[in-house]
């Protein structure tokens, strides 16, 4: 098991806050955040590689704070894989155990069992300079899991990578992590987070500010941080007070219904921008119907994205056969509704 | 790009009077120079024992620097601290001092009454006039070449392979042998080449620390001096050509130790 007790560490204009972190053996734990929030520096702290100014980490029960790179057993696999370019695909794979000094046979049939779980046993004897980014990619996991280590640390190890072998490099992480080895991933990318991670944990300026199952994390996002990770596009400063026996949240001229629950005063109100839904008709029926005139029209990848100026500015997506079904056109008028149990208050 | 424009043959015209300007003298010099003039020469012991002392003292030079150089080169592309600035003026200073000024500077510092030439002289070592003398005048003006070439290389070399390295289980020292020295082979050749090639080209340090035993730069001088231009005519010849196939061959080596080793660093980085 990594703990992490309230590690501080201080850059040029840059600092890690009081991170605290616990990540269970074998669990696949994913840190998500912005580049430039300090993934990689975190990372970079529990290697080793560097020293925090303060706080203390431990592996399995003991203290590796002050221990040297080399004995910490946390295999590191670097963005853009850090391959030796000097050396062969066998070489890599070998350099940790050449090291060690151990026997060259036992070397030769190490290397080459990693190199079948990861499938590259047939790049053995290849240079690496003509490798392809999924390839570069499994030497540097295999050279790292040769060391045995008790954790894999992966920095952005997607973002090398292109976005055809991505369902490869996840099904190789799957299966590492599902040989009981615990990892700790630091991405960008909530997509990734979603598909892989057991936990995930975000990072923000320097401080870890929720960690949950993603589930959790996504559908209860503590600020507008997280809630943007998660997709979301439309949040309103609302003020929140009860009316007829429910709470509304009241944003300029806007009311919205909110569904049954507890709220403080003042709040930010979310709602996801599929979850809304359009109409030429008003909709009487529904809990929230608001008019609005649509200012921008975008295709996106499977639907369209409508900007509705209603008061408050909404992102809406919209399905191609909804788009056609509506004809939506720039400067129109149209009705969004939607129930109150979609909307969130944080 | 139209190879008929005015701009082509300004540009052509000014890189042939430069290339012109380097070679007329050199070609001039061995038209000049009759086969006669040059195989009697070749033949004179005097000559032989200065080219090979030049070579074997310029080299010896080369390589033991080399062992204090690459260190503080990579030092100099790793690490930031202050006064930095100062130590790489320091480390360029000796080439824009004039070298006479260089000679007197260092003969301070290895004569008798000199703190090295103390040192030398409690073993027995009387640095002025002596190879080892020679020798450390010829560091004292190429070393920077080294060094410059060395840093570079170092700084090219991406710090996260050097993590790496060290992530995998290396010490500093193995990370050092493993990744870093290995990756900069081109850089440290070339700059190997150019501290070998400056310091047996040396001249105005050197007379000042030891106009005897002769290096071929002062033999030539001296024979100029003495005989005029045709006598120091066939033994200028005679020591361009020994450096010119010792530089190819250096070169030749280093290319092929290096070759697929600086193709594959520049896809890498």
Known sequence: ?346 | MDTRSTFHWIILALSSLVLLFILAPLVGMVLDTSPSEFFQTVKDDEVQDSVWLTLSVAFMATLVFAFMAIPLAWMMARYNFPGKRIIQGLIDLPVVLPHSAAGIALLGFISRDGLLGKAADLIGLNLVGNPVGIALAMAFVSLSFLINAARDGFAAVPVRLEKAAMNLGASPVKMFFTVSLPLTWRNIASGFIMMFARGMSEFGAIVIIAYHPMTAPVLIYERFNQFGLSYARPASVFFILVALVIFILIRIFSNRANRSLVKVRVNNS
């Open chain 1, 1 to 346: 098991m990594l703990e992490l007790k309230n590690i501080s560490k201080s850059y040029d204009n840059f600092a890690l806050k009081d991170i605290k972190l616990e990540i269970s053996k074998g669990e696949y734990f994913i840190l998500l955040g912005r580049s430039g929030a300090g993934k990689s520096q975190l990372l970079e702290i529990i290697a080793g590689l560097r020293s925090p100014d303060s706080g203390s980490i431990f592996l399995n029960g003991k203290e590796i704070t002050r221990e040297k790179i080399q004995n910490r057993k946390t295999g590191m696999v670097f963005q853009d894989f850090a391959i030796f370019p000097h050396l062969t695909v066998y070489e890599n794979i070998a350099y940790a155990l050449k090291i060690r000094h151990l026997p060259r046979k036992q070397i030769q049939a190490a290397v080459r069992r990693m190199a079948e779980n990861v499938n590259i046993a047939h790049l053995l004897d290849r240079r690496t300079d003509d490798l392809s980014g999924g390839e570069r990619q499994r030497v540097a996991v295999a050279r790292t899991l040769v060391t045995s280590p008790d954790i894999i640390l992966l920095d952005e190890p997607m973002a090398s990578i292109d976005t055809t072998l991505r369902d490869e490099v996840r099904r190789l992480l799957r299966k590492i992590n599902s040989m009981g080895m615990t990892m700790l991933h630091v991405t960008h990318d909530y997509g990734e987070a979603i598909r892989l991670a057991d936990r995930v944990g975000v990072i923000h300026n320097g401080r870890i500010i929720q960690t949950g199952i993603p589930d959790e994390v996504f559908s209860k996002p503590v600020n507008k941080f997280v809630a943007r990770f998660a997709g979301v596009r439309n949040f309103f400063s609302v003020k929140i007070s009860p009316e007829e026996g429910r709470h509304v949240a009241v944003s300029g001229k806007l009311k919205y219904k909110l569904p049954e629950g507890d709220y403080p005063e003042n709040g930010l109100m979310i709602i996801e921008s599929d979850a809304i839904n359009l109409s030429l008709k008003e909709q009487k029926d529904s809990d929230n119907c608001i008019k609005g005139i649509v200012r921008e029209l975008n295709r996106a990848e499977s639907a369209y994205e409508v900007f509705i100026d209603a008061g408050d500015l909404f992102h809406v997506l919209v399905s191609n056969k909804d788009f056609e079904r509506l004809s939506l056109n720039q400067e129109q008028t149209v009705f969004l509704f939607f129930s109150a149990d979609k909307l969130k208050v944080i």
